[in-house]
């Protein structure tokens, strides 16, 4: 792998990634902790190449930390206050972890590559959770999905891009439908009005939020979902078209 | 004034400003028209400074060419496509300026900087227009408001920047109660309506509107406005609470 401070990369410009999915009734987030010592978190993460959109390149972080392209991706802020690099945490993260440093990857430039002040671009991304076998990078010891009020603290201001993330997600979710882009293939009316009332973090009448979502003519009913108990079986819905 | 290459910007990210004004039923847009042979018209832009936060570096092109600090100004979208930055029609602008450029600002060295590539963070301001004085910098011939409708073609995609603009304004104007910026310090519900008319380009019932907007609570009825016809006077009104 080339030296990150020798590569073609926009200067100062990073793409943070905040990835979601939905599982076991919790709203989650897919974040890789950092292979050094010292419990470091940060979310998917990188850089812009001279010929590349930013577009594209965040959907190229994405895939690295997924093996999926074809999912919604979107900007949703840019993090750029003056005193977002903290040197002295860098200091400290380099100072604990000088051995694995030098044997393997970062040497002077490479800091002084890391250290210097980053405009972030904040992306979004839903991804069915079912579809994705989180992938380590070189640089992570692990990686996982935790539910958000679970997540580690994490490195610089990333707490609060997952924050500012979710944010737009509530603002665009109910509008532009994107609620089908955490679903499986086929749901239940019960696991859409579930997911609804996880993200907005409050109940759905279910029959005022049934005929809402039905009233949309967006989705198609399949058979009866099996569930042992035939006369209380519930419908399977499909979204008609996904339009990503 | 110092050359744009030798002062001390963040690299390839700039800020590019639609500054929003309505006025006699109309959306306008500050545009000011480049100091150059050709007809370029550019939105306010600039870069930022290496100590200085996106949103100060913002606010400060918002002052250059408006005078006033103190009102909405928020980001709304990254453009940062490849092929962004057209060096051909750099190449045509500066071949019809030569002469221009000879005697008072560009040498080889800004125009490398001024045709690198560049990604745009863009934001939208919205102001009371009678509160603004046009400003025109070292670089504009002149700088005038244009209605949505009769904007000049602009250079790189700036066009396409005020659509987004425009989304973005869309989006927010009624349920964050942006509205209450673009006008004067009072005004009547009528006025109110029909900048809503403006802005979402469709008819408003006035009694549905009028109670919509007097039961958000925001509103402080004054005084009637004098019209000569006192018995058809309409009550003016004022925002209760500048939250800029």
Request: hydrophobic fraction near 40%; include cysteine; proline fraction near 3%.
């Amino acid at each position: 792998m080339k030296a990150l401070s020798q590569q073609n990369f926009i200067q100062q410009l990073s793409i943070d990634c905040v990835i979601f999915g939905y599982q076991e009734k919790q709203l989650k987030v897919l974040v890789p902790k950092l292979d050094f010592k010292g419990d470091f978190w940060a979310l998917p993460s990188g850089f812009i190449f001279q010929d590349e959109g930013i577009d594209q390149a965040a959907r190229r972080i994405l895939e690295e930390r997924t093996g999926i392209r074809d999912v919604f991706l979107e900007q949703f802020k840019v993090f750029g206050k003056a005193g977002r690099t903290n040197i002295k945490f860098f200091e400290r993260m380099i100072a604990l972890n000088e051995e694995k440093l030098g044997e393997k990857r970062f040497d002077r430039q490479e800091f002084e590559w890391i250290t210097q002040r980053f405009i972030s671009v904040g992306y979004y991304a839903l991804v069915d959770i079912d579809r994705v076998v989180p992938r380590k990078i070189e640089i992570d010891e692990s990686i996982e999905w935790y539910a958000i009020k679970d997540l580690p603290e994490m490195i610089m201001d990333h707490t609060e891009l997952v924050g500012s993330a979710l944010e737009a997600l509530r603002i665009n979710f109910d509008h532009r439908l994107l609620w089908f882009n955490l679903l499986p293939e086929t749901f239940t009316m019960k696991e859409l009005q579930q997911l609804y009332e996880i993200v907005y973090q409050r109940p759905f009448p279910r029959n005022n939020f049934q005929k809402k979502i039905l009233d949309l003519n967006v989705l198609e009913r399949l058979e009866k979902k099996y569930t042992g108990a035939a006369n209380k079986a519930p419908y399977l819905y499909r979204f008609k078209k996904k339009h990503v």
